[in-house]
């Protein structure tokens, strides 16, 4: 219990900010074919390999639960202010979790055309969406307090794309919030759910059902393609880590009152060194966790 909590405490620090996703966490853990496969027997397990998943799945939820309560707590209230500092520790998340992919999946990974341009496929992704962004340099304007249609059907797309980030070992689903324009208020939203300001409480059960929708619809389509073609896989997933470095530089320009994208100027290498550090500490978990076992 203790050791899928800490795992789950992890996975929801990741979570919480754009940078990379619990899915990276849990592979850099070493318990990520547990957990995809967990959520996948959800979907379409016997009843015994359901049970098994609800309790593992729940073990981790806890941990997950604390850690980004603590995360958003934190986050809603010095986002704006600290973002060149929290954008440098973001990118050194990134840079050095991609090498610890590499050395984890070396044995899998076949360079091949098909290989290569996956990786040019997941760097476009994540680039396109981010250039494309309609609200990057015009503020978030969002009110989730106020529903209409068109706002549902957008908090919940965006759930859905959110989650199949955070599920595979990549882009955080954070990042693709970020792009979207909706990091900053859903964190907002959910911490003034925390402090019982209801307002926001129905635009978050919206995209709790867009996350849902996401797994059920996804989940299942990572799994199969990470058995049958984990190398074109594996290069996709650090083609998008490579493309969010693209998605946190614009990162400033979706605030509600947009920002300079991140230079070198406003770069922050001491920040940008903790996001290293965070990274290889969490590797050295992994040896800790799979001797617990």
């Not at 899928?4 to 990276?24: E, W, Y």
Request: proline share 3%; aromatic share 12%.
């Amino acid at each position: 219990m203790i050791l899928n909590f800490i795992r789950g405490f992890c996975m929801a620090l990741a979570d919480s900010v754009p940078g990379v996703s619990g899915g990276t966490v849990a592979f850099l853990l070493g318990f990520y074919d547990k957990f995809i496969g967990s959520l996948d027997a959800l979907v379409a397990g016997s009843m015994q390999e359901k049970k098994e998943a609800i309790i593992f799945l729940i073990k981790i939820m806890v941990g997950w639960v604390v850690g980004f309560l603590m995360a958003v707590s934190i986050l809603a209230s010095i986002f704006d202010a600290q973002i060149y500092k929290i954008s440098s520790l973001f990118m050194g998340f990134i840079l050095f979790a991609i090498p610890i992919v590499v050395k984890e999946e070396r044995a899998n990974m076949k360079f091949n055309a098909s290989s290569i341009i996956a990786g040019i496929i997941g760097i476009a992704i994540v680039a396109l969406i981010t250039y494309f962004n309609p609200i990057a340099g015009q503020g978030s304007t969002v009110d989730l307090s106020s529903l209409n249609i068109s706002l549902i059907l957008y908090v919940f797309v965006a759930a859905m794309f959110a989650i199949s980030a955070m599920v595979l070992p990549g882009i955080s689903g954070s990042t693709l919030l970020l792009i979207f324009g909706l990091y900053v208020p859903i964190i907002s939203a959910v911490k003034a759910v925390i402090s019982f300001n209801l307002d926001y409480l129905p635009i978050l059960i919206v995209f709790a059902l867009g996350i849902l929708a996401g797994i059920v619809s996804v989940v299942r389509v990572i799994k199969w393609a990470l058995d049958k073609h984990r190398s074109i896989m594996i290069f996709l997933i650090i083609g998008m880590m490579i493309g969010s470095f693209y998605a946190i530089i614009m990162g400033p320009q979706t605030l509600s009152t947009p920002k300079a994208p991140l230079s070198f100027s406003s770069f922050d290498i001491l920040w940008f060194v903790v996001g290293g550090l965070i990274i290889f500490g969490l590797q050295k978990m992994k040896d800790v966790t799979e001797k617990a076992e």
